[in-house]
């Protein structure tokens, strides 16, 4: 029955999922290259663009806690009733996010976190707060974009998000052009771009996942996921996991600022990653190849995630020791020769990410499947852990490395969450294969 499985599921099968996913996830860089496109014509493009960002970055962290709801109902939902709890789960997330939201944009609180925390200049609060008050609303489409996104990948109709991509950036980028041509570029203008796409994705994912809702069994057999419970318990994990990870970017950038040439090595390291993250962003939905398939077919899943896991170094291989690399940081991203070069150091260190988190986000979906995502806290925990120490010792030692200390210390905080995350798979491995062993034993007794 095994092997009738394992011959069940092709390559191609695989790939026509997969690929979808990663071109909708390397197409959002897209999106936020058209929103910062238009910001740069504006007057005084630097304070708008800065007074954007600063809203993102607030917003970025407030959105990744809704969009773990793709995460949660692709792994737990698999009939009405348990998309039923799903949405109630969503309704609480969503309702929550919204609340804090609307309290930091329409409170001193928001004013406080912007100036302080963020160390943004007192003339540009103003701009921050009214950027802000937009994303709230992104907010909410965002979840709701996630939620049923889940369904879709859930029922393999994987087209629907690159389709739902696509015509968000279409959108966007038609709404630019009218924010150019009447000459209205403010920071909000940038916002403003951001809401109107998401909305657009936002109803493609729900048309499209209401539809296949409505296809599914009313209860299925012995799927035990019929209250809002079970779905916390899953769900919670992934906010203290995700909350834990996302303060690497600001201690990095706390170390950064101890080095010999600031300037230098934050750019360096910006530009870095930005790259980085672009070709490895159309390999982060490794873990859904494993929600969709891992369980009839362990073994093709494997195997295909060897195949293309050492792609994204290969790629970046390629960028850092050839020519394209330089051409690309110098004439596209605009740098001068002494950022390139920096650019390029702190890049050839990343190679060691780009090999590692392929198989991070691997491990992350077999933990989703198992429902184990407490372990998730503890993996991601020495992450960040590691990350600090290497950052302690190395701008230290060495702070003429500069981007590349930055680059160094986030690859092998993810090398030690790798880590974590084998030796708790290897060992839990080891308890079914032991329990399996015990329990003929068991059976042949009772039965005599």
Known sequence: MGEQLERGLS???????????????????????????????GENAETIIASYAIAMSLFAIMERLGVLLRNTCSALVRDKVSFKAMSMVAVYVVSSLMMISATIAYTPI??????????????????????YQILIIVTFFSAIRCLFQGVIILNKQTKWLTIGMVIRLIVMYLLSLVFIHIGYITAQTGAIIFLAGMMVESLISFLEGRVLVKKMVQKKENHRITKKEPIFRFYTPLILSSLVIVMVGPVINVFLGKTNEIELAIASYAIALSITQLFLSFFTYTHQIVLTFYKDHPQKVNQFTMMVGFIPTVLLAIFCFTP?????????????????????????????????????DFCNGLLMLRSETKVMVLSQSANLGLTFIVLLIVSGLAPNWNGMIGALAQSVGMLAELCVLLLILVRSSNKVVQKRIYQPRKSKSVSR
């Open 11 to 41: 390559t191609r099968n695989i790939l026509l999922f997969f690929v979808p996913l990663g071109l909708s996830a390397s197409l959002v860089t897209l999106s936020h290259m058209i929103i910062n496109g238009t910001l740069t014509r």
């Open 110 to 131: 928001g004013r406080w976190i912007f100036s302080r925390l963020f160390g943004a200049d007192p003339t540009m609060i103003d701009q921050i707060v009214n950027v």
């Open 324 to 360: 394209i690399g330089a051409f690309f940081i110098e004439v596209v991203l605009g740098a001068n020769d002494r950022l390139v070069e920096a650019s390029l150091q702190s890049l050839k260190v990343f190679m060691l990410m780009t090999l590692v988190f392929p198989f991070v």
